[in-house]
């Protein structure tokens, strides 16, 4: 592949039969083309696989990009006004209301519930580990990651709505994953899965509006995001928000961190599993912070490698694979001129293995995030989270539940992986394990 900063058209229907396959690998078939492809075609788009390239999109020249596209167009239909599809002085308006309330700091105050959360799996794996059942190990971290955002982002006992609510953001998750078919899939067209997601939608709007109810009276008692928005105002206008943009907001932020927090779990276990080494490091290190403790606010600067092992996860295996972002008015990038509307494409498992920027980019090394080596790389290489002003209002929150999650059930339980487990990726709206991850828990002793 050539290092040249310069435009590459991939061939007509280059390898186009892999997209309906495999897309991920048929991104990766485009990546070994160049830093940057023009692909022609129905879905014509432009890969972006050069971190100067990926902060000119994300960052630099984000006041020409909008998120007008095949993918963005999906999620319309649930996060109507939410942070993930607005645009423009709104969008402005709500990320500005909405930052203070995702800052490091501010997250901290969720380590007790990100514990508490955990706990009800120890207490469930621990009956898994005497009757020794194989069990579904995504359907556990769905589990874990639902509890964790139904007690930090709207603090409710769930337990009665928790089945319910599940199938309802599965079916959501299902539906952003089916084949953006042109208009069919604009969420306007009444197709069957149309009509079902406005029913669905329609269930779980009805229970955060119950909620939002509920909390009117008595705001005070409560120390949870659903609270914080009801309470946030603008800091330049001092308007507080209405509640059908809190309601959007609370639904984007449970549905943006529900299934990418599970499938990056996910893939904690599976790199455990298979890299013997780095839980032998790991283990030391729970051993040595917690001892038989749980995780409290003090010892989390002290996960020094349970976090570069998370980071190491979200790197070789993102959880979010494609961020798709089109220009707005015609524009120039290394020279070209790029015309409006166009797609630009970061794919993230072709610019987090690129051979450049990693070396041995297929072998799992936390020591990758050691300070020294972060700070020699391009921060740009390396966007598990996306970049400039829409990067991910999660991220923290997201970092931390990954740190808790692993630091609460990875120090009591190992996972046994079952040998015919194949490690595939699926290409939907997150890379959730595309087989069943069917594993077995034993205690650590
Ligand atoms: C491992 C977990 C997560 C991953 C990998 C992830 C990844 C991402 C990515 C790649 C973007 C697009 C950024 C861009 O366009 O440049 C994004 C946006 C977003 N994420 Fe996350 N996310 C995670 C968890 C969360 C959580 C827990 C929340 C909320 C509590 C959340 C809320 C959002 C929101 C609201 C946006 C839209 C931001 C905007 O456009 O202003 N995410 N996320």
Request: hydrophobic residues 40%.
């Amino acid at each position: 592949m050539s290092s040249e900063k310069k435009l590459v058209v991939a061939p007509w229907f280059y390898k186009t039969w892999l997209l309906l396959v495999d897309p991920i690998a048929y991104m990766q078939e485009i990546a070994k083309l160049g830093d940057f492809v023009k692909v022609r075609g129905v879905l014509g788009f432009y890969l972006v696989n050069h971190p100067e390239l990926i902060k000119l999109v994300s960052k630099d020249k984000n006041d020409n990009i909008n998120r007008d596209n095949i993918i963005y167009n999906r999620l319309k239909g649930v996060s109507r006004t939410g942070l993930v599809t607005s645009e423009g002085e709104y969008w402005q308006k709500q990320r500005r209301t909405m930052n203070p309330l995702f800052t490091p700091r501010t997250v901290k105050s969720f380590i007790d519930k990100m514990v508490a959360a955990s706990l009800l799996r120890v207490d469930h794996w621990e009956k898994l580990c005497d009757s020794g059942e194989v069990f579904n190990a995504s359907k556990e971290m769905d589990r874990l990651t639902l509890e964790i955002n139904g007690a930090c982002l709207f603090n409710a006992n769930l337990k009665h709505v928790y089945d319910d609510l599940q199938k309802s953001f599965d079916y959501i998750n299902r539906y952003m994953e089916m084949i953006p078919l042109p208009i069919i899939s604009e969420s306007w067209f009444p197709s069957p899965s149309n009509i079902k997601l406005k029913r669905t939608v329609k269930k779980v709007d009805i229970y955060i509006d119950s909620l939002i109810a509920e909390r009117k009276g008595n705001l005070d008692d409560h120390d949870d995001f659903l609270t914080a928005l009801m309470r946030a105002k603008d800091e330049e206008t001092g308007e507080s928000m209405p509640d059908w943009a809190v309601r959007h907001e609370v639904l984007v932020a449970f549905i943006a961190g529900y299934e990418t927090a599970s499938t990056a779990l996910c893939w904690a276990w599976y790199h455990l599993h298979d890299n013997p080494d780095v839980e032998e490091k790991l283990i030391a290190e729970l051993t040595d912070v917690l001892g038989d403790r749980v995780p409290t606010l003090e010892d989390i600067p002290k996960l020094v490698y349970t976090k570069m092992f998370a980071e190491e996860v979200l790197r070789i295996s993102p959880s979010a694979w494609l961020n798709g972002k089109t220009t707005v008015e015609d524009d120039e990038y290394w020279g070209e001129k790029i015309p409006g509307k166009s797609l630009m494409m970061i794919i993230l498992p072709c610019i987090h293995h690129h051979q450049r920027y990693w070396d041995d980019p297929e072998k799992f090394m936390p020591e990758r995030f050691l300070p020294n080596s972060v700070k020699a790389r391009d921060p740009f290489a390396y966007v598990p989270f996306g970049g400039g002003p829409h990067v991910c209002l999660g991220k923290h929150f997201a970092l931390q539940e990954l740190i808790i999650g692993i630091a609460v059930l990875a120090k009591r339980f190992k996972l046994v992986v079952e040998p015919d487990f194949k490690p595939v990726a699926s290409a939907g709206i997150s890379t959730a394990p595309k087989y069943p991850f069917m594993v077995r828990a034993q205690r650590r002793t």
